[in-house]
T-cell receptor, first 114, second 114 residues
Framework: NAGVTQTPKFRILKIGQSMTLQCTQDMNHNYMYWYRQDPGMGLKLIYYSVGAGITDKGEVPNGYNVSRSTTEDFPLRLELAAPSQTSVYFC?????????????FGPGTRLTVL | AQKITQTQPGMFVQEKEAVTLDCTYDTSDQSYGLFWYKQPSSGEMIFLIYQGSYDEQNATEGRYSLNFQKARKSANLVISASQLGDSAMYFCAMRPSGTYKYIFGTGTRLKVLA
């Protein structure tokens, strides 16, 4: 299994440009998440999804949009990139049962906005 | 407000010794999950251990154990027999029951000395 994959690994954007960060998981998890990690900080939740067609805002959603048309894919859209969006972006999916509750993370996308 | 606090920005431990990383949490929920993740310098997030708030026994996973003290609202990670490969950033996180949102602390950077 590939787990959670993210593309691209690195990207440099100019102010005002747009882009989509791709995220795919092959574990058939219902729950998927997007986080950002600023230097020296923990993760902050941008958006999450509990299943195909259902998304909701996290702690820091401004400047981002998401969609979830399939169980596997959860792309994150940046519109009108700003320097404040320079960060490392992690996608995750999770599995939950009585015994455990585990998030699996992708390798991250390092985004710089100049 | 729901919050995770990690008060140790950095710690050193001698190889083969045990180390405890502190984590306190704040929630009014009776049911929640607590987690620890490891982030090596390569950047990926690796799930280490999970503790449910109703679990009576402390969780253990190999050399990792979670010292759960519910009344004190603490969920410290204990790493036994530290190895050089344990040098990384460690994040404590919480997911209140009934939500899909995980809340992360700011992390503790652990350096294992040879």
């Amino acid at each position: 299994n590939a787990g959670v994959t993210q593309t691209p690994k690195f990207r440099i954007l100019k102010i005002g440009q747009s882009m989509t960060l791709q995220c795919t998981q092959d574990m058939n998890h219902n729950y998927m998440y997007w986080y950002r990690q600023d230097p020296g900080m923990g993760l902050k939740l941008i958006y999450y999804s509990v299943g195909a067609g259902i998304t909701d805002k996290g702690e820091v959603p401004n400047g981002y949009n998401v969609s979830r048309s399939t169980t596997e894919d959860f792309p994150l859209r940046l519109e009108l990139a700003a320097p404040s969006q320079t960060s490392v972006y992690f996608c995750a999916s999770s599995y939950r049962d009585r015994a455990t509750d585990t998030q699996y993370f992708g390798p991250g996308t390092r985004l710089t906005v100049l | 407000a729901q919050k995770i606090t990690q008060t140790q920005p950095g710690m050193f431990v001698q190889e083969k010794e045990a180390v405890t990383l502190d984590c306190t949490y704040d929630t009014s929920d009776q049911s929640y999950g607590l987690f620890w993740y490891k982030q090596p310098s390569s950047g990926e997030m690796i799930f280490l251990i999970y503790q449910g708030s109703y679990d009576e026994q402390n969780a253990t996973e190999g050399r990792y154990s979670l010292n759960f003290q519910k009344a004190r609202k603490s969920a410290n990670l204990v790493i036994s027999a530290s190895q050089l490969g344990d040098s990384a950033m460690y994040f404590c996180a919480m997911r209140p029951s009934g939500t899909y949102k995980y809340i992360f602390g700011t992390g503790t950077r652990l350096k294992v000395l040879a």
